[in-house]
């Protein structure tokens, strides 16, 4: 079977993640939450369903904003759970939200999710798991690999044949750094 590196080359959605954003380091906090959501929407389902309904999220989650989503109410979670055009399964939706407050929470302890990440790395996937779990919803063991592939906290994420695998060694992602 191929992989991401063969199959995601020119392809309309997964080619742009592949080669823009897949393994790149994150440093804003909004996106690290949209990539946790989407991981956590993409459970059950192809990646490519995802990154179909990525702008959709985007507008639904008012932009990924870790503040505005934390504030979500009943009236709120009813919308998403309403909103067609994105994935509506009410135990991703109530993650989304109570993950916004963890996230809220992060911030106020750590300075930012970034740097509670950061202050995590390194860790064994293994361990990742376990502190996911701890903190968060939803995040199981393929969900927190993904995400840390993602966002460039565990390796993984192209090839070392990858043309892009180059360009995120350029960004020192976290995995990378002595």
Known sequence: MADYCDLAPGHPYHGPYHDDEYGFPVNDDDTLFERLILEINQAGLSWLTVLKKRDAFHDAFEGFQVAQVARYGDEARQRLLNDARIIR???????????????????SDYGSFQHWLDQQHPLPLADWVKVFKSTFRFTGPEIVNEFLMSTGYLP????DDCPVQAQVL????????P
């Open 89 to 107: 399964n009410r135990r991703k939706v109530d993650a989304a939200i109570h993950n916004a407050n963890v996230v809220k929470t992060l911030q």
């Open 156 to 159: 993984g994420a192209h090839r």
């Open 170 to 177: 350029a960004c020192h992602p976290p995995w990378a750094r």
